[in-house]
């Protein structure tokens, strides 16, 4: 880990920052990653890649909270990033907080309507507060896409 450490304390580029943190979050090294995202936050507060990775991190973490908050600061910073939106809506699902999901999905849907993903995502979110009519629209969708 001192290795990792010492690389990261070398790099001053947020996005090489972004992309190295992605990098060990795919080797499963989350406190690493988390490094890389809070110096590329540091550096600069307002990219929206780092706090949507760090949301990742959390999410894979299981840590809902924060994860939640990450994705809002994206969001914070760019209401149209339909990625942070889509990506908070999953996190209430696995939290499953299937209410709070839908309206995530629903925006992601007004912003990228050919997504099929979310709407299978949708979908499933619909039937486990046995909404199972609207679920059934989003699957045809889905199918449709």
């Given at each position: 880990?001192?290795?990792?450490?010492?690389?990261?304390?070398?790099?001053?580029?947020?996005?090489?920052?972004?992309?190295?943190?992605?990098?060990?979050?795919?080797?499963?090294?989350?406190s690493?990653?988390?490094?890389?995202?809070?110096?590329?936050?540091?550096?600069?507060?307002?990219?929206?890649?780092?706090?949507?990775?760090?949301?990742?991190?959390?999410?894979?973490?299981?840590?809902?909270?924060?994860?939640?908050?990450?994705?809002d600061?994206?969001?914070?910073?760019?209401?149209?990033?339909?990625?942070?939106?889509?990506?908070?809506?999953?996190?209430?699902?696995?939290?499953?907080?299937?209410?709070?999901?839908?309206?995530?999905?629903?925006?992601?849907?007004?912003?990228?309507p050919?997504?099929?993903?979310?709407?299978?995502?949708?979908?499933?979110?619909?039937?486990?507060?046995?909404?199972?009519?609207?679920?059934?629209?989003?699957?045809?969708?889905?199918?449709?896409?």
């Open positions: 880990m001192l290795k990792i450490l010492e690389v990261i304390r070398e790099i001053n580029d947020v996005d090489e920052l972004v992309e190295k943190g992605e990098i060990l979050q795919n080797d499963k090294k989350y690493e990653a988390m490094i890389c995202f809070d110096k590329s936050i540091k550096i600069e507060p307002k990219h929206e890649s780092s706090w949507e990775c760090k949301g990742l991190v959390y999410h894979k973490l299981k840590n809902y909270e924060e994860s939640i908050s990450c994705y600061k994206a969001i914070e910073i760019n209401q149209n990033n339909f990625e942070a939106w889509e990506c908070k809506g999953l996190v209430y699902a696995s939290w499953k907080k299937y209410e709070l999901a839908i309206p995530c999905y629903d925006k992601v849907i007004d912003m990228v050919e997504n099929k993903f979310v709407w299978k995502n949708k979908g499933v979110a619909l039937q486990h507060i046995c909404k199972h009519d609207d679920a059934e629209k989003c699957f045809k969708k889905y199918d449709e896409l």
